[in-house]
């Protein structure tokens, strides 16, 4: 059982930034791919960016391309989001999730192990 918690959350202006981290524990971190969604008042919870085990691939959603990043350190056992220029619509619970297999996944269900989540408010 694989456990995630998030942090770094939190208010900015727009045009700011923030890095959101994800320290997973019980499971081997380097054997999952990662993922972190997010999903705004009222709305579905939507793929934001996924990177491999081994971090030699990168997906993004084209909402946040050229935005953020996603990076990972295995010896750490932790995934980041680093979150640039940052709009009023980017406002949402930010969750971090894990699974097995590989490729581009993008939908909830695919995943395995979720976070409980962390909130990033930009104001405009």
């Known amino acids: 059982q694989v456990q995630l918690v998030e942090s770094g959350g939190g208010l900015v202006q727009a045009g700011g930034s923030l890095r959101l981290s994800c320290a997973a524990s019980?499971?081997?971190?380097?054997?999952?791919?990662m993922g972190w969604f997010r999903q705004a008042p009222g709305k579905e919870r939507d793929f934001v960016a996924r990177?491999?085990?081994?971090?030699?691939?990168?997906y993004y959603a084209d909402s946040v391309k050229g935005r953020f990043t996603i990076s990972r350190d295995n010896a750490k056992n932790t995934v980041y989001l680093q979150m640039n220029d940052l709009k009023p619509e980017d406002t949402a619970v930010y969750y971090c999730?894990?699974?097995?297999?590989?490729?581009?996944?993008?939908?909830?269900?695919?995943?395995?192990?979720w976070g409980q989540g962390t909130q990033v408010t930009v104001s405009s």
């Open positions: 999730a894990a699974d097995r297999s590989i490729g581009l996944q993008i939908g909830v269900r695919q995943y395995d192990y």
């Open positions: 019980g499971g081997t971190f380097s054997n999952y791919a």
């Open positions: 990177i491999t085990w081994s971090g030699g691939r990168t």
